[in-house]
């Protein structure tokens, strides 16, 4: 189907350490953007790639657009714990026009 | 970004009845998405609302179950008919998503049937 493939599923992690996931597809993609969900709210947008090979930076998070649009990962450094929530990637494919795919999510749980 | 609202952010239906959510954006926009998130899972998109024509619905989502209306540039409505307890969810609607403009969500509804 059009279900991107993203890992890991959930993480539980220690307070000041980095967090990397990441989204692959078998399918090319012409926009990755990351989103961050909170209990009660909707998606919010992090990060949004609009070009192959390109790296973006929001504060303590990275985020890469891969080289053969294949993959995007979000990496977040020294975490704290409002940095819990679910993270989606989501993506653009060409032929889908203005629908977008998501990630199955990564559930993201920090100790302090 | 558009500041979206949803209208009502939850409620409890009982089985057999029907729904209608709101969604108002504060600037016109082209498109908007209504979405639906079953319980820790991730979000499918239903149909896109489109402003002057029918809504296009995504493979497994009807018209019949899902009416949705889209009478101007910063309105949809998305009613959930004869609901049953599995269409207990969160409901989206999103906007954006033309060019480099990435969609941006309401808070949503969540919505349980009795």
């Known amino acids: 189907g059009q279900q991107l493939n993203q890992s890991p599923q959930s993480m539980f992690i220690q307070e000041g350490e980095d967090v990397s996931m990441n989204c692959t597809s078998s399918?090319?993609?012409?926009?990755w953007l990351w989103y961050k969900q909170d209990p009660g709210e909707g998606p919010v947008l992090l990060i949004a790639l609009y070009k192959a090979g390109e790296l973006t930076s929001n504060g303590r998070l990275t985020a890469q657009f891969g080289i053969t649009r294949k993959d995007s990962f979000l990496n977040i450094s020294a975490s704290i714990p409002s940095d819990v929530g679910i993270y989606f990637c989501?993506?653009?494919?060409?032929?889908?026009?203005?629908?977008?795919?998501f990630g199955a999510g990564t559930i993201l749980r920090v100790k302090s | 970004s558009a500041v979206i609202s949803q209208k009502p952010s939850r409620d409890i239906c009982q089985r057999g009845t029907s729904l209608t959510i709101q969604c108002q954006v504060d600037?016109?926009?082209?498109?908007m998405f209504w979405y639906r998130q079953q319980p820790g899972q991730s979000l499918t998109l239903i149909a896109t609302?489109?402003?002057?024509?029918?809504?296009?619905?995504e493979s497994g989502f009807v018209i019949d179950k899902f009416p949705i209306s889209r009478p101007n540039l910063t309105f949809s409505t998305l009613t959930v008919s004869n609901m049953s307890p599995e269409d207990s969810s969160i409901y989206l609607c999103s906007v954006g998503g033309a060019g480099d403009q990435p969609q941006h969500f309401g808070d949503g509804t969540r919505l349980s049937i009795l």
């Open positions: 600037s016109q926009v082209t498109m």
């Open positions: 609302a489109n402003q002057g024509s029918e809504a296009t619905y």
């Open positions: 399918s090319i993609f012409n926009t």
């Open positions: 989501a993506g653009h494919r060409p032929e889908y026009g203005n629908k977008l795919v």
